[in-house]
DNA sequence: GTATTTGTATCAAGAAAGGTTACAAAGTAG
DNA sequence: CTACTTTGTAACCTTTCTTGATACAAATAC
């Protein structure tokens, strides 16, 4: 399977619009900064609209803009927005009831599977979109 | 085959043979518990093998034994035994040099990658073999 | 009305994981 | 030595996910 790069792109978008402030940024023009097809982050704005992150607009002169302010907008937010899935998966077959392991590790590993999530969630949350644009802009200085 | 589950199949084989001490085991019988083939499992404790987690003879008789004592190995090194995978991945393609978001956006989610995977890394080596064996043990008590 | 842009639907290509079969190599027992 | 057992791999298939691409209806501005 292709390794899942959406929050990658997703927070290379928000940079982008967090950049433009109040401007509506086309989807094609985001592409060309991504190096994807446009449908590609239409397809991603759609998750980060669902997540009220964003405001799209059709039609002529239409785009989409930040829905907040980028010191609002942590990079946990983003990556709940964005990624449905968890830093490691369960068995892809439930594992042998009769056996004592087999029994009860499913259990002590979805426990384990949320502690990490959560502690991947508030590294993430240290961090906002603000944040993002102060290193970036440092880093071309 | 959804998302990567061979750590949560590592967790389990490595259970296992912890609660058989010096015993060796089976990967037939492995793959019984963990509800998958013994090639899968083979596949896995080739990978442990090469982590210095377990210890491996051919031949009738034959089988696997964990390489140390349960509380000696933590669930981190068996994360970095079996995943490769870091938390997200970076963009597909390059993304676009001439834009300074793109041009500075990689570095950036790399450091950022790296960070997260310390911070899960940190978590995972709060526990050892040891522990998941009386987890479970409670469990079924 | 015309041009533009989003929002989706749909399909194809490629990658990764898991499952399966097959078999050589290594080791044990007699 | 012979027969048997088990690991270590190679090869292949299927499923699933992600990305990329084309197409077009709906919405919006002038």
Redesign the pocket.
């Known amino acids: 399977?292709?390794?899942?790069?959406?929050f990658a792109?997703a927070v290379h978008i928000l940079t982008m619009l967090a950049r433009s402030g109040e401007e509506n940024i086309?989807?094609?023009y985001i592409a060309g900064s991504v190096n994807?097809?446009?449908?590609?982050i239409?397809?991603l704005?759609?998750q980060l609209?669902n997540a009220n992150l964003v405001v799209?607009?059709?039609?002529?002169?239409?785009?989409?803009r930040l829905a907040r302010q980028p010191v609002e907008i942590s990079l946990c937010e983003i990556y709940k927005a964005v990624c449905c899935?968890e830093v490691f998966?369960l068995h892809?077959?439930s594992p042998n009831q009769d056996c004592p392991v087999g029994k009860n590790i499913e259990a002590f590993l979805c426990n384990l599977q949320k502690e990490i999530d959560n502690s991947v969630g508030e590294k993430l949350r240290q961090y906002t979109l603000h944040d993002v644009i102060a290193k970036i802009e440092l880093a071309y200085v």
């Open positions: 399977m292709a390794a899942n790069s959406q792109m086309k989807s094609e994807t097809n446009a449908v590609v239409r397809r704005l759609g609209s799209s607009q059709t039609g002529a002169f239409g785009g989409t899935g998966a892809p077959k």
